[in-house]
């Protein structure tokens, strides 16, 4: 749970749902933490932050490529305290160093 946390704090505090995958699987393979996220790992531990007032949802329409669908959109409750604490974090130091040398 806490490496999505890390994920919506890096993109600023808000991703759809399917892209919080994507990103997840990235911030993962580029600290080398074995296997893939799955879609229902997602959605159980998104309902566990839901629960912990950590992240809110809320259904809404994603135009993608001309497509609107109606998806989830994951955001970080106090988005700003939490991105300023995560600034010390040692993952998510490790991972924009990684990332800004490629």
Known sequence: MADIVR??????GKLWMDEIIAEM????ETLERGEPFSEK????????????????TEERVAATGG???RTRLVGLRYSVPLRNLLQLDADTRKYRAIASSQ
């Open 25 to 28: 699987n990235s911030f993962r």
């Open 67 to 69: 497509n609107p669908k």
């Open 41 to 56: 790992d997602l959605r159980n531990s998104i309902k566990a932050l839901e629960a912990l007032d950590t992240v809110t």
């Open 7 to 12: 994920v919506l704090s890096l993109a600023s």
